[in-house]
């Protein structure tokens, strides 16, 4: 009797001391979201970037009054609906707070195109989709190389030459359109870096 009370009472001590599942093994561990979580601040500008892209693009396909700026605001509605789909799509799978609107700079930056008219209108919007793209470009640039999180990483890197491409077709339709020639010229120097 002796034995299979001090047996007993071993067992009783080992389960005491040892913990009960692999979760609670783990309860001082940070969760798998953190990673992701922790480039939030950049998933957030990505997908509002993306949908300002989308909405000059729509304005574009209606306001442009050359054919070449046309074209290029649909391909922005297309391309940059898509990109801002999926970088929604990571947030919600990741439980990143995600709200889908512009914020208030990039809807003055809607504002301001919507008041642009004619030919003011197409080189207005291809400025401001030469600067948009060679930032964009640049920030992606900057989390491929630097994201903490790996499903930021790719994604970074999925939509990077989409944007160096949408940044060469920009500068063609500036160039249709009269933007001067040192516009177009950097914009290619950032389009064409790797």
Avoid: C
Avoid at 58 to 76: C, D, I, P, W, Y
Avoid at 77 to 92: P, Y
Avoid at 169 to 186: C, F, I, M, P, Y
């Amino acid at each position: 009797m002796p034995a299979r009370y001090v047996m007993g009472t071993a067992a009783t001590l080992l389960l005491a001391v040892s913990p009960l599942s692999p979760m609670h093994a783990q309860a001082g561990t940070t969760p798998p979201n953190d990673s992701v979580s922790a480039d939030a601040a950049f998933i957030r500008r990505a997908a509002a970037d993306n949908l300002l892209e989308v909405q000059l693009g729509e304005l574009a396909q209606h306001q442009a009054t050359n054919s070449m700026v046309q074209k290029f605001g649909e391909r922005m509605v297309i391309d940059h609906g898509r990109l801002e789909k999926q970088w929604t799509d990571l947030a919600s799978k990741y439980g990143v707070p995600l709200k889908a609107t512009l914020g208030s700079k990039n809807q003055q930056k809607v504002d301001r195109m919507r008041q642009a008219k004619g030919a003011t209108f197409d080189r207005e919007y291809m400025i401001a989709m030469i600067k948009g793209h060679e930032k964009d470009a640049e920030e992606l640039k900057a989390e491929v190389d630097s994201a903490r999180s790996e499903p930021v990483r790719k994604m970074a890197a999925y939509a990077l030459p989409i944007v160096r491409e949408h940044l060469l077709l920009a500068r063609a339709a500036a160039k249709e359109v009269g933007v001067d020639s040192a516009t177009v010229a950097r914009s290619r120097r950032v389009a064409e870096s790797k």
